[in-house]
């Protein structure tokens, strides 16, 4: 209950920052699939061909064992309310003191609406918006969070300092499952793969901020001013 609560405190905050700056968010991703049926029925005639989040993923690299990374730990699953996966390092860097098979970060994936409602946390600190540079072709997208006290609803621990971390967001839609599954594996048609065009428009749906460009760094950012 009070994890309920807590996630119910901090997403009331992102839903009054968005306010602040005219957007409504929505609730949901079945909001958003209903939005776009509607509005796109050329494009989308169907449920089955509306993409939607696959996966948020949370990368950390802390670059070193030890106490740094037991904090960061701490802080990934305080912020995402799940246990991060141990990272390890493929192969031995020796100007930076990492060996093979070192434990160098940590990696949390969020699906349902657990990675929908993290990725409006997120990307909050871009004034939620996301930057057509920052796409690939299929509609899928990264970004960068230097600082994790930036996301609506945290606190500074003194105890656990601060961490920064990679979000990854995979866009998909039905039928993608043939690339997983353990027996007559196949590969996703073309023309079945999710566009970036339509990826656009769910996020603009989702009440999300489009710009054309890239995306500028978190300092370049701070120096024009946030407007919270």
Request: glycine letters at 8%.
């Amino acid at each position: 209950m009070a994890k309920k609560a807590k996630k119910s405190e901090y997403m009331d905050k992102v839903e009054e920052l968005a306010k602040s700056m005219g957007l409504k968010l929505a609730k949901n991703e079945e909001e958003v699939i209903k939005k776009l049926l509607k509005k796109y029925p050329d494009k989308f005639p169907n449920k089955m061909l509306v993409p939607k989040i696959s996966a948020v993923v949370i990368n950390c690299s802390v670059g070193k064992s030890g106490e740094p990374l037991e904090k960061a730990r701490k802080i990934l699953e305080e912020l995402t309310g799940r246990k991060p996966k141990l990272v390890r390092a493929k192969k031995t860097i020796k100007q930076f003191d990492i060996h093979k098979k070192q434990p160098i970060g940590w990696v949390v994936t969020l699906r349902g609406q657990e990675a929908f409602d993290f990725l409006k946390r997120a990307i909050s600190v871009y004034d939620f918006k996301v930057y057509e540079g920052s796409m690939d072709k299929y509609g899928n997208f990264s970004f960068g969070i230097d600082e994790h006290i930036k996301l609506p609803g945290t606190r500074y621990d003194p105890e656990l300092g601060t961490i920064g971390f990679d979000v990854s967001v995979t866009m998909e839609r039905a039928g993608y499952r043939v690339i997983r599954r353990r027996l007559r594996k196949s590969k996703i048609p073309e023309r079945h793969r999710v566009k970036k065009e339509e990826v656009i428009l769910y996020l603009k749906e989702m009440g999300l901020r489009v710009v054309s460009g890239k995306k500028p760094t978190l300092a370049e950012l701070a120096m024009g001013g946030r407007g919270r």
